[in-house]
């Protein structure tokens, strides 16, 4: 439970740590709070963390012509205590309260969470449900774009998630966000998000490899009748494993349940 | 830019409950060992090593973190509260008094880091209330009391009993 033997580079600039990305076995250092554990397991031996916690300016959340920018160091507990984000993303805020503990909400990064692509892990599908813009020291890249699989993600190893920017929702948008876990703040067995506004979308959480748009469900959405058969397609579409903690059926199960009821609050919610 | 050689031990500066420390860590230091070992502040706990158990919670610049997450090569300049910190010269804080009280704990392995994420829940949110109580005791793990006391203790402190 002691992790392996690595140098230290505490970069004062993103040039800094993108130059010192470029060469070795080397990984980036966020909040530390999916790494640390990765590396006292001995799963991961880097020969080099580039910590970017001390590079300034890269924890805010700013108006984005009515949606919002945020800084890939903005740390769980100040996205979920913010009054922008409660405003203006009430789905982002309802989800915060179940990435883990307090003690890891203070330290975990939103950049970190994105990176580090765990499919059962809320922020990864909040960015899908909103399509968020991942913008990087080289681009930017769509959240659609983003996720490749388990702890998979189209970053290459020298590139910064640097901000998230979060386009406005409709006004009128209604949303629900619905997740089961067996004791709070433990990663998912799965959850659902939808927004009902302009347009329906849906997306399930911890249900496939990386989070996913249930796009067949979102298309039979019409009115409140139709919820029943939307969260039976949805139940349908997702494609879960079966591990120690529930069964892929339980799983395929739960994706209905949840599904009608966010689909229940966000109809509800939507004007 | 900071470099710190791997295998090779740097000098760590911070300040540990109003007082400034100093010592020496290899960059791999986890600052729970750190805390226990090079400073002797044997009050932090250590169960598990992976953030999930939460006997190792401190305070870092007055937020209540997992010390094993983090290593000591990254304290330099911050603000470190551990539970050695808590009582006062008249004895102990409100929390540990009330969890006295209330048989909150046994073995008080798991009391550090409870007192830890609590004192921060206080100072932020002094009229919390028994859900939102509950639900940042849901990152501790209490093996002996079953939370009762613990609940009673600090329902008690934020004026809910
Ligand atoms: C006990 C426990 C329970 C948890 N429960 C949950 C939960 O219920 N839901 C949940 O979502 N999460 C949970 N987590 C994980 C937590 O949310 C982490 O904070 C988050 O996954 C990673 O963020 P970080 O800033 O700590 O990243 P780090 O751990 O520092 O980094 C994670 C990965 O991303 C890379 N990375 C970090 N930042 C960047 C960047 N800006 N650009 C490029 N790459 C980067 C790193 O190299 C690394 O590979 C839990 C963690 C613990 C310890
Ligand atoms: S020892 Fe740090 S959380 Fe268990
Ligand atoms: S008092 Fe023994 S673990 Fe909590």
Redesign the interface.
């Known amino acids: 439970?002691?992790?392996?033997?690595?140098?230290?580079?505490?970069?004062?600039t993103l040039e800094?740590a993108v130059a010192a990305l470029g060469g070795e076995d080397a990984k980036i250092l966020a909040g530390?709070?999916s790494l640390?554990?990765m590396l006292?397991?001995r799963l991961l031996a880097p020969?080099l963390?580039v910590?970017i916690?001390?590079i300034p300016g890269l924890d805010y959340i700013e108006d984005w012509d009515g949606g919002l920018r945020i800084g890939a160091l903005t740390r769980h507990?100040t996205l979920e205590t913010s009054p922008l984000v409660r405003e203006r993303f009430p789905v982002l805020h309802a989800a915060m309260?179940h990435v883990?503990?307090?003690?890891?909400r203070?330290?975990g990064t939103i950049g970190g969470s994105l990176c580090h692509g765990d499919p059962a892990a809320e922020l990864p599908g909040l960015a899908l449900l909103l399509d968020a813009q991942l913008r990087t020291t080289q681009r930017t890249i769509p959240a659609t774009d983003f996720f490749e699989g388990t702890l998979a993600t189209a970053l290459a190893e020298d590139e910064i998630l640097t901000e998230i920017l979060l386009p406005a929702l409709p006004p009128g948008t209604g949303w629900g966000f619905e997740e089961f876990a067996r004791?709070?703040?433990d990663f998912a067995l799965t959850a659902v998000a939808a927004t009902i506004g302009a347009e329906v979308r849906i997306v399930a959480i911890g249900a496939n490899e990386k989070p996913i748009r249930l796009a067949k469900a979102e298309g039979l959405f019409s009115d409140q009748s139709s919820i029943d058969a939307v969260a039976a397609a949805a139940q349908d579409e997702v494609s879960p494993d079966s591990d120690l903690h529930a069964s892929a059926d339980y799983r395929r199960h739960l994706v209905g349940v949840l599904a009608r009821r966010a689909l229940k609050s966000a109809w509800e919610g939507a004007s | 830019m900071r470099y710190l050689e791997a295998g090779k031990r740097h000098s760590v500066r911070f300040t540990l409950n109003g007082r400034s420390v100093e010592g020496e860590a290899e960059p791999r230091l986890l600052l729970s060992d750190f805390l226990r070992h090079h400073l002797g502040a044997f009050g932090t706990h250590v169960g598990c090593e992976h953030g999930s158990c939460g006997a190792c919670t401190i305070r870092v610049d007055g937020k209540a973190v997992r010390a094993c997450l983090l290593y000591a090569v990254q304290m330099d300049g911050r603000v470190v509260e551990t539970v050695e910190g808590l009582a006062n010269p008249d004895g102990l804080d409100a929390l540990q008094a009330a969890l006295q009280k209330h048989h909150g704990l046994q073995c008080g392995f798991c009391t550090p880091g409870i007192l830890m994420s609590l004192s921060q829940l206080h100072d932020e949110e002094p009229k919390a209330d028994e859900a939102r109580i509950r639900d940042v005791l849901s990152g501790h793990i209490c093996r002996c009391t079953g939370y009762h006391g613990i609940v009673q203790a600090a329902l008690e402190v934020f004026g809910k009993s």
């Open positions: 439970m002691k992790p392996p033997a690595f140098e230290y580079l505490a970069p004062a800094e530390g709070q640390v554990p006292n397991f020969s963390l910590d916690t001390r507990h309260a883990a503990h307090l003690a890891i203070n330290r004791r709070s703040g």
